[in-house]
Nanobody
């Protein structure tokens, strides 16, 4: 059974940085991907980044490209989302998700989800 545990998040001023983590357990191979999504009340969950664990391939949507980056700690099956130059419009609940296969920013590609963590960007 795949489980994802998220940590990080919180309140940060505009222009600041935060790092989220997503630790995965239950995968028997490294052919899986972790995607990152965010959701604000009243809006659909939107995907913005992903990483394929087997080869490290990453993908970023334009609205986070150059500000957000992914890294991984294979020894601890953890992926980190570094968020820099944060803007008030980045305020949302952030989720990581995982499933077998390659990187995708589509929510339908993932069956396992983390618990979500709130990120608030405000002065």
């Amino acid at each position: 059974q795949v489980q994802l545990v998220q940590s990080g998040g919180g309140l940060v001023q505009p222009g600041g940085s935060l790092r989220l983590s997503c630790s995965a357990s239950g995968f028997s191979t490294d052919f899986y991907a972790i995607g990152w999504f965010r959701q604000v009340p009243g809006k659909a969950r939107e995907g913005f980044s992903c990483i394929s664990i087997s080869d490290g391939l990453t993908q970023y949507e334009d609205f986070v490209k150059g500000r957000f980056s992914l890294s991984r700690d294979d020894a601890n099956n953890t992926v980190y989302l570094q968020m820099n130059s944060l803007k008030p419009e980045d305020t949302a609940v952030y989720y990581c998700a995982a499933d077998h296969g390659r990187c995708s920013v589509l929510a339908s590609a993932y069956r396992s989800w983390g618990q979500g963590t709130q990120v608030t960007v405000s002065s």
